[in-house]
């Protein structure tokens, strides 16, 4: 007999294959959606709409200082990206490096401790020496108004300065006429895009930085899990169900890409995309989207250790209290 399951995932290459249905879920009767927003996933996923769902990292880890906090996550990391991409700047700020945003104000996207910014704020920490404090920080979207997010517990750490931008104000119209000197963002600034010469990333050659950040760490950050209430992770044979789905339909994807280089690639429309693939396998491995906790520890525990030191989480968790348990060995 199957489970009846709600999913709810965004449209990646590597969930096609379970949004068009090539690749089923065992003993479960799935019903799949998706959202043109991946933030209206995380919202559903607050009002209980879905029984498995997406999830970003810390809307996830959030929960964990209700009284009862209702859900666990599966170690699938649909969304992942290398963030030193994520940092921009007013070019007539002043800021050549990241020590010279002491004092600055910074806009960041969404949230204080959006799930870039977490990891950006946990780097620059580590790396740089710089923490939350020294800066000021303005919350807004992007190209577009934002209203706060009152659908998610927002803490702010004593002695960190945090407001939201006015209605009608985007952080990249602010960033742009040097109303914050800096930006953390998901998205890319519409204005950089357009060659604007007020705007400019921290990191000018981030691919070479972020590289060098994966050799010396070895961690690929992941924005975001996949989440369960904790009443369905008792049942382990759906759970394992679940996770075997998702890591087949990911090598659906991964093994598209290896057998097109067989083709050097010729139904890509990037140019040289065969040798990028090349320099990601030979630096990432030949599982460069690794799902499962032991190839994701060390990336989990540094990201758990920056919530809390960024006063996102009242404790200190780690990947055994948040992950289904009959998952750890994965």
Same mark, same amino acid.
């Given at each position: 007999?199957?489970?009846?399951?709600?999913?709810?995932?965004?449209?990646?290459?590597?969930?096609?294959?379970?949004?068009?249905?090539?690749?089923?879920?065992?003993?479960?009767?799935?019903?799949?959606?998706?959202?043109?927003?991946?933030?209206?996933?995380?919202?559903?996923?607050?009002?209980?709409?879905?029984?498995?769902?997406?999830?970003?990292?810390?809307?996830?880890?959030?929960?964990?200082?209700?009284?009862?906090?209702?859900?666990?996550?599966?170690?699938?990391?649909?969304?992942?990206?290398?963030?030193?991409?994520?940092?921009?700047?007013?070019?007539?700020?002043?800021?050549?490096?990241?020590?010279?945003?002491?004092?600055?104000?910074?806009?960041?996207?969404?949230?204080?401790?959006?799930?870039?910014?977490?990891?950006?704020?946990?780097?620059?920490?580590?790396?740089?020496?710089?923490?939350?404090?020294?800066?000021?920080?303005?919350?807004?979207?992007?190209?577009?108004?934002?209203?706060?997010?009152?659908?998610?517990?927002?803490?702010?750490?004593?002695?960190?300065?945090?407001?939201?931008?006015?209605?009608?104000?985007?952080?990249?119209?602010?960033?742009?006429? =040097?109303?914050?000197? $800096?930006?953390?963002? #998901?998205? +890319? !600034?519409?204005? &950089?895009?357009?060659?604007?010469?007020?705007? /400019?990333?921290?990191?000018?050659?981030?691919?070479?930085?972020?590289?060098?950040?994966?050799?010396?760490? =070895?961690?690929?950050? $992941?924005?975001?899990? #996949?989440? +369960? !209430?904790?009443? &369905?992770?008792?049942?382990?044979?759906?759970? /394992?169900?679940?996770?075997?789905?998702?890591?087949?339909?990911?090598?659906?994807?991964?093994?598209?890409?290896?057998?097109?280089?067989?083709?050097?690639?010729?139904? +890509?429309?990037?140019?040289?995309?065969?040798?990028?693939?090349?320099?990601?396998?030979?630096?990432?491995?030949?599982?460069?989207?690794?799902?499962?906790?032991?190839?994701?520890?060390?990336?989990?525990?540094?990201?758990?250790?920056?919530?809390?030191?960024?006063?996102?989480?009242?404790?200190?968790?780690?990947?055994?209290?948040?992950?289904?348990?009959?998952?750890?060995?994965?």
């Amino acid at each position: 007999m199957s489970t009846k399951l709600r999913v709810a995932t965004y449209t990646y290459e590597h969930t096609e294959a379970l949004l068009d249905g090539r690749v089923p879920i065992d003993k479960v009767d799935a019903t799949f959606e998706t959202a043109s927003l991946v933030s209206d996933i995380f919202q559903r996923t607050v009002e209980r709409r879905y029984d498995v769902s997406e999830y970003g990292l810390t809307y996830f880890l959030r929960t964990f200082d209700l009284e009862d906090s209702p859900f666990l996550a599966l170690p699938i990391f649909p969304n992942r990206n290398f963030r030193h991409s994520s940092v921009f700047v007013n070019t007539a700020a002043g800021i050549e490096k990241p020590q010279d945003l002491v004092g600055k104000t910074i806009g960041e996207f969404a949230m204080f401790g959006h799930d870039p910014g977490v990891w950006m704020k946990g780097i620059f920490s580590d790396e740089y020496g710089l923490t939350p404090d020294q800066s000021r920080w303005v919350i807004g979207g992007t190209d577009h108004p934002l209203p706060a997010f009152d659908w998610v517990p927002q803490p702010v750490p004593e002695g960190v300065d945090v407001r939201h931008a006015a209605d009608g104000e985007t952080l990249s119209a602010m960033l742009e006429a =040097g109303e914050i000197d $800096a930006l953390i963002s #998901v998205d +890319v !600034p519409q204005a &950089l895009l357009d060659d604007s010469t007020k705007i /400019a990333r921290l990191f000018p050659d981030y691919e070479s930085v972020e590289r060098d950040y994966y050799r010396r760490t =070895g961690i690929f950050p $992941a924005m975001h899990i #996949v989440a +369960v !209430p904790r009443e &369905l992770a008792a049942q382990t044979e759906v759970m /394992a169900s679940i996770y075997r789905a998702f890591c087949e339909a990911k090598e659906i994807a991964q093994n598209k890409y290896r057998q097109g280089a067989l083709k050097q690639h010729m139904d +890509v429309v990037t140019p040289w995309f065969s040798r990028h693939l090349e320099e990601n396998r030979a630096l990432l491995g030949e599982d460069w989207w690794s799902y499962g906790l032991a190839a994701n520890r060390k990336m989990l525990d540094t990201f758990l250790r920056y919530h809390h030191e960024q006063g996102l989480s009242k404790r200190p968790l780690t990947s055994e209290d948040i992950i289904v348990p009959t998952l750890l060995g994965t």
